[in-house]
């Protein structure tokens, strides 16, 4: 496959001998130490109405191990998922995410749980980084109980509100007025954090985005808009449905920020610039420039309206795991084997976590009617047959 | 002596009643009566009291005082930061609005009219209505949406619009409709108090309608429970059922059906969501008769779901066919004549009842 050959051809020997203690760490998972490092973003940031930060970013090793890993892990989360789909364990709508992961570990680094993010219906690596677990993710998918949403949400409904992920959104462009809704939350609270709300270049035309963006300018909020630019909403390119993509510079008087969004390394610099930005000057624009590997859902194949030499370019070029993979084997902070050895033990986590939401039942008949309210009052609901199902809403 | 004591104890409370007995009549001073406007103002200014997480949204709510002088003198009390004049942008305030609610604040967004909530409605339904459900109770969505509903005066086609039917058929939304002040200010509270999301539909010509209210309605802690009609007036002949301005209409007909012999049982459903289907069944059962009167368009209305309700829960009840009266089926037309054919007045109402009652032939051939 693209990703072994990969890494063949990016292997170095890495003829340095390696000092006691970390040949002792072969027996051991690598984590490496928070020892400083610091590494240039790929390109520079190009900025609107603002000063780009530097493309200097501070990390670290655990850092850039953590990164790989959790890459990894969606990686391989998202690619179970296709699979599991095909086997029609999966129904309805699965958008993925394979691809686009550098943003959500990226920005997780450069913040905090008490930080809010609302997504659209691309969300379960985004989930996965706010900390929901893999069963979650899967038994969610196949619709079971032990779905974080206990199977009444979908793929599109995820949430995670004990660490401030709202979800999980269908309906396209919605989450940003809800996004800026949380920061001037935040900022009512006096919380001192802010709200990511990410949207894609398809949704980037909605009139309610300006909406709110205004609002939010007015306002001084907390908001940090999030374009993920992969260059086609659904099926359409860029330049057919914007008359300006470059939607960095899409807020007009709100500052913007354009970042290679398959460096996780210049994400987590641009979503801390934002968060000291919206702190004390309110909303900003980031654009992610980033790409999926797959259509824009599993109904999708994705080739339709791009060649295969674009998508394989990508992968290539610019792929955001390899791009880790080869910063930490040139600063020798692993070996190519120690890698490897992580992505077989995602790839056990991602096979376990699947075969435990397999045993997850569905939810129980009564499911139907729970949750409609918050506060039901004993009032009735119906089924399809009111003089069959009735229930009473707690 | 006891006798005298006694004779004298019943003069002064009978005394005590007249005045009491005479405001129901004629709405003397001697009773505290307050406009529907006062009785939504206070319960604002209580609940934003009472609760740091309330504040309030919308277009002209704060330096305008209200566009109908809902939320007048509350930008004053309490500051910009929760009484927030907004661009003219539903779709964006409204997700702004919810959003605050999820994150655990207590929005209440105004509509100037609840025409207007039409362009905020994907928000209402789809990331209000829906979220408890889809989170399966981790996002709820403590939000109430208010504003006037229904046809006003002269105001043509796109300002006239009863929401009512649309909202309530929504799972995940609770929807109220008060009539008098009492309601006003017990449901609002209510609806303040709510976790859920609930539209609360008013009606702008009883904004500067006065009404008797009680001590208890008074006090800062009076709620009305949602989901429970009331029985403004007792019968046993027929059962009108109402919410809004209909309510009034209804309680004239009423009258007038009294002078002809006929006593008519008026519901104020107060809650279109829940609908109180209880109180509906249980006072057909009684009179057997059933005219639903609404504003809005008749099709798909609030009177067809009362309707379909009866008949399947209390059909061996039934002594004459469920009636309708609602709007006409066109949109609102400006001249005062035609609007007035396009709203139910009250001989409409009295004329269905007769009908329910002595089942005589309507006018209107049938299709």
Known sequence: MALSHLAASASRSSSLLKPLSSALSLRRSISGDNSPLTVETSVPFTSHQCEAPSRSVETNPKELLTFFRDMALMRRMEIAADSLYKAKLIRGFCHLYDGQEAVAVGMEAAITKKDCIITAYRDHCTFVSRGGTLLEVFAELMGRQAGCSKGKGGSMHFYKKDSNFYGGHGIVGAQVPLGCGLAFAQKYSKDETVTFALYGDGAANQGQLFEALNISALWDLPAILVCENNHYGMGTAEWRAAKSPAYYKRGDYVPGLKVDGMDALAVKQACKFAKEHALKNGPIILEMDTYRYHGHSMSDPGSSYRTRDEISGVRQERDPIERIRKLILSHDLATEKELKDVEKEVRKEVDDAIAQAKESPMPEPSELFTNVYAKGLGVESFGADRKEVRATLP | ?367
């Not at chain 2, 006239?160 to 009539?179: F, I």
């Not at chain 2, 010509?205 to 949602?226: A, H, K, Q, T, W």
């Open chain 2, 1 to 367: 002596m006891l006798a005298i004591a006694r004779q004298r104890m019943l003069g002064q409370s009978f005394k005590k009643i007249l005045p009491a007995v005479s405001v129901l009549r004629s709405y003397s001073s001697a009773a505290k009566q307050i406009t529907v406007r006062e009785a939504l103002n206070s319960a604002l200014d209580e609940e934003m009291s009472a609760d740091p997480k309330v504040f309030l949204m919308g277009e002209e709510v704060g330096e305008y005082q209200g566009a109908y002088k809902i939320t007048k003198g509350l930008l004053e009390k309490y500051g910009p930061e929760r009484v927030l004049d907004t661009p003219i942008t539903e779709a964006g305030f409204t997700g702004i609005g919810v959003g605050a609610a999820y994150y655990g604040l207590k929005p209440v967004v105004e509509f100037m009219t609840f025409n207007f909530s039409m362009q905020a409605i994907d928000h209402i339904i789809n990331s209000a209505a829906k979220s408890n459900y889809m989170s399966a109770g981790q996002i709820s969505v403590p939000i109430v949406f208010r504003g006037p509903n229904g046809a006003a005066a002269g105001v043509g086609a796109q300002h006239s619009q009863c929401y009512a039917a649309w909202y309530a058929s929504c799972p995940g939304l609770k929807v109220l409709s008060p009539y008098n002040s009492e309601d006003a200010r017990g449901l609002l509270k209510a609806a303040i108090r709510d976790p859920d999301p609930v539209v609360f539909l008013e009606n702008e010509l009883l904004y500067g309608e006065s009404f008797p209210v009680s001590d208890e309605v008074l006090d800062s802690s009076f709620c009305l429970p949602i989901g429970k009609a009331k029985i403004e007036r007792e019968g046993k002949d027929v059962t009108i059922t109402a919410f809004s301005k209909m309510v009034g209409y209804a309680l004239k007909a009423a009258e007038m059906l009294e002078r002809d012999g006929i006593y008519a049982e008026v519901i104020n459903l107060r809650s279109i969501r829940p609908l109180d289907r209880s109180t509906i069944n249980t006072s057909v059962r009684k009179t057997n008769r059933l005219i639903t009167v609404e504003e809005g368009f008749p099709q798909h209305g609030v009177g067809a779901e009362i309707c379909a309700s009866v008949v399947e829960e209390s059909f061996s009840y039934l002594d004459a066919p469920v009636e309708r009266i609602a709007g006409a089926d066109v949109p609102m037309p400006y001249a005062a004549n035609l609007e007035r054919m396009a709203v139910p007045q009250v001989e409409d109402i009295v004329r269905a009842a007769k009908r329910a009652c002595y089942r005589s032939v309507p006018l209107a051939a049938t299709a």
